[in-house]
T-cell receptor, first 115, second 109 residues
Framework: DTGVSQNPRHKITKRGQNVTFRCDPI?????LYWYRQTLGQGPEFLTY????????KSRLLSDRFSAERPKGSFSTLEIQRTEQGDSAMYLC?????????????FGPGTRLTVT | GQQLNQSPQSMFIQEGEDVSMNCTSS?????WLWYKQEPGEGPVLLIA?????ELTSNGRLTAQFGITRKDSFLNISASIPSDVGIYFC?????????FGQGTTLQVKP
């Protein structure tokens, strides 16, 4: 399967702990996106990369959130000092600029529960 | 900012019925995308529309890009139980996607 993969699929953590999620995009895709989704809502944009460069960050992405894509392949999203309001599904997507940049393909998501 | 409004919010239909849902925006989009999401999974791209007035099919699914560029429609013909899920419309805004709030579809066998 050469789709977008995310790890872990589920994470339960205590308030105040740090967590890190990983996303592996479709191999030839140069854009990688992070979204957050809460129950009953559509995904909300957090940030995206083109190759290694982080091109845009949403105001939803507080200082406790940081994302990296060091070699232009996989990406990590870290949340420091988690809060209960961080509980959500974190989705990663990828696309290929130059072919169909708006067609974003999503991974299965990481479900975060902060207790 | 841009917002997408989907209607209806939810539908409960009998297997074999046809389904229609729509998505409207206060501003113009140059692309419309339709996704389906099942519980615990990420959204799956169903159809992408790139031209005003375009009608595109994917099996039993048909989507249309509204002439005004401010709306799109998704139809599902002869629904089956595996059509159950949440259907989202989305439009691009400087690279990122803006999503509607979804239409939840339930199909009774």
């Amino acid at each position: 399967d050469t789709g977008v993969s995310q790890n872990p699929r589920h994470k339960i953590t205590k308030r105040g702990q740090n967590v890190t999620f990983r996303c592996d995009p479709i191999s030839e895709h140069n854009r990688l996106y992070w979204y957050r989704q809460t129950l009953g809502q559509g995904p909300e944009f957090l940030t995206y990369f083109q190759n290694e460069a982080q091109l845009e960050k949403s105001r939803l992405l507080s200082d406790r959130f940081s994302a990296e894509r060091p070699k232009g392949s996989f990406s990590t999203l870290e949340i420091q000092r988690t809060e209960q309001g961080d509980s959500a599904m974190y989705l990663c997507a990828s696309s290929l600029v130059g072919l169909a940049p708006d067609e974003q393909y999503f991974g299965p998501g990481t479900r975060l529960t902060v207790t | 900012g841009q917002q997408l409004n989907q209607s209806p919010q939810s539908m409960f239909i009998q297997e074999g019925e046809d389904v229609s849902m729509n998505c409207t925006s206060s501003s113009i989009f140059n692309t419309w995308l339709w996704y389906k999401q099942e519980p615990g999974e990420g959204p799956v791209l169903l159809i992408a529309l790139y031209k005003a007035g375009e009608l595109t099919s994917n099996g039993r699914l048909t989507a249309q890009f509204g002439i005004t560029r401010k709306d799109s429609f998704l139809n599902i013909s002869a629904s089956i139980p595996s059509d159950v899920g949440i259907y989202f419309c989305a439009g691009p805004n400087t690279g990122k996607l803006i999503f509607g709030q979804g239409t939840t579809l339930q199909v009774k066998p």
